[in-house]
């Protein structure tokens, strides 16, 4: 049975359309709005809180790079001033972006939790989701 948008809760993995998430406990992800390549979610935890906005199709972010992308982490773009907030974006090296939107100046603990955060893009199957959204035509 599918869950809904206020049970995604840790501790699970998440897999979002972009971003994958090992939740730890008192984290949880509400979805917000999806489309064909990609979906948004609020992300909430101990850190605080974002507005995750994930791509499976996508190009590079824009902005400086902090680091660049391996085979097993994303690359993390630095810190920028955008209308709702302030972002930071990632980078899987191919198609796979997410951008995190956080209301004021992002944290070391913002960031650590960032730096946890995993890409997929589209016609890849993550392994040992939980927790998921998906796209479904209606």
Same mark, same amino acid.
């Given at each position: 049975?599918?869950?809904?948008?206020?049970?995604?809760?840790?501790?699970?993995?998440?897999?979002?359309?972009?971003?994958?998430?090992?939740?730890?406990?008192?984290?949880?992800?509400?979805?917000?709005?999806?489309?064909?390549?990609?979906?948004?979610?609020?992300?909430?935890?101990?850190?605080?809180?974002?507005?995750?906005?994930?791509?499976?199709?996508?190009?590079?972010?824009?902005?400086?790079?902090?680091?660049?992308?391996?085979?097993?982490?994303?690359?993390?773009? *630095?810190?920028? =001033? $955008?209308?709702?907030?302030? #972002?930071?974006?990632?980078?899987?090296?191919?198609?796979?972006?997410?951008? &995190? /939107?956080?209301?004021?100046?992002?944290?070391?603990?913002?960031?650590? *939790?960032?730096? =946890? $955060?995993?890409?997929?893009? #589209?016609?890849?199957?993550?392994?040992?989701?939980?927790?998921?959204?998906? &796209? /479904?035509?209606?």
């Amino acid at each position: 049975m599918p869950a809904l948008a206020t049970e995604l809760e840790g501790p699970a993995r998440f897999c979002g359309y972009a971003p994958i998430i090992d939740l730890l406990p008192g984290e949880k992800v509400t979805t917000l709005e999806g489309g064909i390549h990609s979906g948004s979610f609020r992300w909430e935890g101990p850190f605080g809180s974002f507005e995750v906005q994930g791509i499976g199709w996508a190009s590079p972010a824009k902005g400086r790079m902090l680091t660049p992308p391996t085979a097993d982490k994303p690359a993390i773009f *630095a810190q920028q =001033r $955008v209308k709702n907030g302030y #972002e930071v974006a990632i980078w899987n090296g191919a198609h796979a972006t997410a951008y &995190f /939107v956080s209301q004021s100046r992002m944290r070391a603990s913002q960031m650590a *939790a960032i730096k =946890r $955060v995993r890409l997929f893009e #589209e016609g890849q199957e993550p392994s040992a989701c939980k927790l998921r959204t998906i &796209f /479904v035509w209606e």
